[in-house]
């Protein structure tokens, strides 16, 4: 049986903490040791008893986003989860993923005490998931530590303040008044130097929620002094559009493959939907005070923001991700005319999919969440697509100006290592063997399978690249051995 564990190797610096996303406020994800080598497993803990029967079930894939485990000296902290897995094989209802709503969602504090890993307490967080939008991945949990106390997602949108030694439950912190069921905590949690904690938060339709106008969304900001604000993204953004332009794809067989259709085709265009927040969007702030978002239309990914904010929710600017890129046809894909690429006669550099400049995409399905560089500029991963189903690793200066891209960011908050006077910027650059940019392989070509670690310059231009060639994995058994 797979076991899906927490485990701690030889070597850990414990005076370097991991208190919440990205480890701090900037979600630069480093620490200030040297890496050591994973030679010995000191510990582990199993976290979720349902992955193995949740990977039965989707072909072997874990379709789950977890937590990074919160470390504060000799204290872990990490979300353990309960509940039953019923297949929809089974023909039992509810199953698969309706069964979130089901399911509890705790934080457990693990120490070390004699060289071993101890629970000390569970606390049940009332946490439950938005719906499924179809995708089948499960959001993220993601608590944040600051100071005596855990701040964990709940229910109706809610916060859970939680004593980091007892486990008690401090408060309840509830912006919105009345528990709405519909409403949710979507994404992780963010504190700031100040102790201010930040999160997304989103109301939906009780049924068909992502065809049906999502009823609202919400920044919130829980000061230091405990008063709560929240600004909604509908106030932030009211230029969006409320019309938006879609895709080749929606025409279905009025759009015959390759695409564009025609040098000159126009997509079709449909509702908007209203702005709210990526589901599994961290805010960051900067160390200016400046906080960071990321809003989408409720119904179309492709019109996305990037959305700045003082310390007093009124918004500094906005950025729009649509129009920054110019890499479609002709350029990241094979030669228009050609297998893979585009029909001959396109626009050099458009999206084939909507015949104009490529926009990046806030995906439901995606973690990624702003990061603020040492100098003050912003990084975020969107999804693309017609690249081989990857995406784009975009940043913006401290004033909003779009200033460059890298062609792949999907799904991922990249690390920032500051050094010499600048930084570089490491992160996965996988390649998953998908078509280029539609699913049908005879207009389609696939893209060749592989899996790397690049680290890129202040500019985004690429330093170095690690390549994995390693396909064995090992697990621990029941007996303690490992095979």
Aim: hydrophobic share 35%; glycine share 10%; aromatic share 10%.
């Amino acid at each position: 049986m797979t076991r899906l564990a927490l485990c701690f190797v030889a070597g850990l610096a414990w005076g370097q903490g991991w208190t919440q996303w990205g480890q701090n406020p900037r979600h630069t994800g480093a620490v200030t040791v040297a890496a050591q080598r994973p030679e010995v497993i000191q510990g582990e803990f199993l976290y979720d008893p349902l992955a193995d029967a949740m990977r039965e079930d989707s072909n072997g894939n874990l379709l789950v986003h977890y937590m990074s485990p919160i470390v504060d000296g000799q204290d872990v902290f990490m979300m353990t989860r309960e509940g039953e897995w019923r297949s929809c094989r089974e023909f039992l209802q509810p199953c698969g993923t309706a069964l979130w709503s089901r399911f509890q969602w705790n934080v457990t504090r693990l120490q070390w005490e004699g060289g071993k890993l101890s629970a000390k307490w569970t606390t049940d967080s009332r946490w439950k998931p938005a719906p499924d939008t179809g995708s089948r991945w499960e959001p993220v949990f993601h608590p944040v530590l600051m100071g005596r106390y855990i701040y964990a997602p709940s229910n109706a949108g809610m916060v859970m303040k939680i004593d980091r030694d007892s486990g008690r439950v401090m408060e309840q912190i509830n912006p919105f008044g009345e528990e709405n069921p519909n409403m949710y905590v979507a994404g992780p949690l963010t504190a700031d130097d100040g102790g201010n904690i930040y999160y997304n938060a989103i109301e939906l339709a009780p049924t068909n929620p992502w065809t049906t106008e999502v009823a609202g969304a919400w920044l919130v900001k829980i000061g230091a002094d405990g008063a709560v604000a929240r600004v909604s993204f509908g106030r932030m953004n009211r230029e969006a559009p409320a019309t938006c332009r879609q895709s080749f794809a929606e025409a279905g067989a009025a759009a015959p493959l390759p695409w564009p259709p025609t040098p000159d085709a126009v997509p079709p265009s449909g509702p908007c939907g209203r702005q709210r927040p990526g589901l599994n969007v961290a805010p960051a702030v900067g160390a200016d005070g400046t906080i960071y978002t990321v809003s989408r239309a409720h119904f179309n990914a492709s019109h996305g923001y990037l959305v700045a904010l003082d310390p007093n929710l009124r918004v500094k600017w906005i950025s729009s991700l649509r129009d920054r890129l110019n890499d479609g046809c002709d350029v990241s894909l094979p030669a228009s005319g050609t297998r893979g690429g585009c029909r001959a006669g396109a626009t050099r550099g458009v999206d084939p999919t909507t015949n104009t400049l490529p926009a990046g995409q806030v995906m439901d399905l995606s973690t990624a969440s702003p990061v603020v560089a040492p100098d003050g500029s912003i990084l975020y991963g969107a999804f693309t697509g017609y690249n081989h189903f990857r995406g784009h690793l975009m940043k913006f200066s401290p004033a909003g100006d779009y200033l460059a891209a890298y062609d792949f960011g999907w799904d991922t908050t990249p690390a920032v290592y500051p050094h010499d006077g600048t930084y570089s910027v490491l992160l996965k650059d996988n390649h998953y063997g998908a078509t280029s940019y539609c699913g049908t392989a005879a207009f389609c070509l696939p893209d060749e399978q592989r899996y790397d670690l690049v680290s890129l310059n202040a500019d985004l231009k690429k330093e170095w690249n690690f390549r994995s060639t390693n396909t064995q994995a090992c697990e621990r058994q029941p007996d303690g051995t490992t095979r």
